[in-house]
């Protein structure tokens, strides 16, 4: 079935380092993907998104680019800060209307 | 506009016991969708509600069951508790702003089953 894998964490890094968080699926179709994030003891909020291949999402610096060939959707952000600490789902939604995530990457960023 | 809210934010309940979680989506989204998630975990789809009919279910069993109003609010209850029903319970709205279709999820229910 539909699934959603991410890389495993806790993803510590210090103030101003690159991050990469990979993320891979398997869909039947051609699913919308995204990326969540979910700061401690709060709900989750909507990162970015890409709907169809080779589309780029790209906020508050993070980008992440649909690549179909790789069934793709890796997080990435040039210079993390104190503030991006959090937990990271990558999810697709797929025609059924339901989204589908991965099991999350805690990321820590150091000063 | 309050965006997505749920009440109530914490819940105590103990094995076997009853319990209803309640979710008002976003002012004009008329599709509400529940899900759990459970600690260091990703969030687990538990069924969808359009037009007051659940329109879709993920791979719960029956104990959790939901409804929706008129007012497009919905209700989540789940009957005879286990202690593996403790998580973070969140709701999602989804409805079409400008031709194109958003989703939002409230901040959620944190259900401890002792």
């Known amino acids: 079935g539909d699934s959603v894998t991410q890389m495993e964490g806790p993803v510590t890094l210090s103030e101003e380092a690159f991050l990469t968080i990979n993320c891979t699926y398997t869909?039947?179709?051609?699913?919308?993907l995204f990326w969540y994030v979910q700061y401690p003891g709060e709900g989750l909020q909507l990162l970015l998104k890409?709907?169809?291949?080779?589309d780029k999402g790209s906020n508050k610096g993070f980008e992440a680019t649909y690549r179909k060939e790789t069934t793709s959707f890796h997080l990435e952000k040039g210079s993390v800060q104190v503030s991006d600490s959090a937990v990271y789902f990558c999810a697709q939604y797929n025609q059924g209307g339901k989204l589908i995530f991965g099991q999350g990457t805690e990321l820590s960023v150091k000063p | 506009d309050a965006g997505v809210t749920q009440s109530p934010t914490h819940l105590i309940k103990t094995r076997g016991q009853q319990v209803t979680l309640r979710c008002s989506p976003k002012?004009?989204?008329?599709?509400v969708s529940w899900y759990q998630q459970a600690l260091g975990q990703g969030p687990q789809f538990i069924f969808q509600?359009?037009?007051?009919?659940?329109?879709q279910r993920g791979n719960f069993p029956d104990r959790f069951s939901g409804h929706q109003f008129p007012n497009y609010s919905s209700e989540l209850n789940v009957n005879a508790l286990l202690l593996g029903d403790s998580a973070l319970y969140l709701c999602a709205s989804t409805g079409r702003f400008r031709g194109r279709e958003e989703q939002f999820f409230g901040p959620g229910t944190r259900l401890t089953v002792l």
């Open positions: 890409a709907t169809k291949a080779d």
């Open positions: 002012s004009g989204h008329d599709t």
């Open positions: 509600y359009y037009e007051e009919e659940e329109r």
């Open positions: 869909a039947t179709g051609y699913p919308s």
